[in-house]
Structure formats: C-alpha cells, structure tokens
C-alpha cells in the first residue's frame, strides 16, 4: 500500500512541478513581461496565492517520494542496480531533478519574489528617478527568473523523459 502512495504522490506532484513550470516558461512569464508594468497585478495575485511557496513543496514531495522509489527499487541503493541500464537511466533523470529543484530555490524563486517587492514598491513610489532605477533592476530580475526558468524547464524535460524510458533501456 505505501508503494501505491509514494508512486501516486511521485506521478501527481510531479505532473503538478512539471505542467506548472512549463506553463509559467511558456505563456506567464511572456505575457507579463509583454503586458510592462500592467503585468505587476497578476504577479502580485499570483505571490498572493504563494505560488513561490508551493512550488516548491511541491517540488520537494515529488523528489523526496521519488527517492523513496528508488530506494525501494534498488534494495536499498545497492550499486548493482545503479549499474543496470534501468538504475542508470533512473540515475539520469534523478540527478536532472534534483538539480532543478536547487536551481528552482536558490535562482528562480528568490529573484521572482525579489520582483514582486520591487513591483509594490514601484507602485507606491512617486519619484520618477526612483521609479525609473525600480524598473532597470525589475529587468535585471525578469532576466534572472526568465534565465533560471528555462533550466529548471529544460532539466525537467530530461527528468521526464528518464521516468518515461527507463524500462525500455
């Protein structure tokens, strides 16, 4: 019964990271940065709601029930499974994760949640001169998040090819 659960949390949570990065790499992040500073309410609505607290989370259920999978797969991580083209393939798409997830929390959430306080604070300033020094590092930081998106996109997308082949290698 635990393996039922950890698999159905590993396939959910991850489906969830996975969708939910590819979408805010696609078509959010896109669309915000096109929309200027009109952009501001929907990141703000979207802080509001924590998406930079969950993801993660959510992140971290998928990498934590995965390993749990392996753990229980190799017999307890035995070398010889790991070996095995199955163990290796698994390997791969182990090790993209769990590098996107640190690119995830150490790049892309701190500069996005640095945005969303350099948007209020935009929003409550009257100064030209200071509006105008708010908007050149909010640019700075799109970049960032914009930059650190795609890794985290593009590891996720070997992560998932690895889970989908692996029986097959």
Excluded: C
Excluded at 9 to 36: D, K, M, N, Y
Excluded at 81 to 99: H, N, Q, Y
Excluded at 135 to 164: C, D, H, K, T, Y
Aim: aromatic residues 10%.
């Amino acid at each position: 019964m635990l393996m039922l659960i950890m698999r159905l949390l590993h396939v959910t949570f991850g489906a969830f990271w996975v969708g939910a990065i590819f979408f805010v790499v696609l078509f959010l992040e896109p669309s915000v940065r096109q929309a200027g500073p009109n952009g501001a309410p929907v990141m703000r609505g979207i802080m509001q709601r924590r998406y930079l607290d969950v993801m993660p989370a959510v992140a971290l259920v998928t990498l934590l029930s995965g390993l749990w999978l392996v753990w229980r797969d190799s017999a307890g991580f035995q070398s010889e499974w790991f070996s095995s083209p199955f163990g290796m393939t698994l390997s791969i798409g182990m090790t993209a994760a769990i590098a996107a997830f640190a690119i995830g929390v150490s790049a892309m959430r701190p500069a996005a949640m640095q945005m969303g306080h350099k948007a209020m604070a935009m929003q409550q300033e009257t100064d030209d001169t200071q509006r105008g020094a708010l908007a050149a590092e909010m640019s700075n930081l799109q970049a960032r998040v914009r930059a650190a998106g795609r890794w985290v996109a593009g590891l996720l997308s070997i992560a998932v090819a690895a889970m989908a082949i692996a029986r097959y290698v």
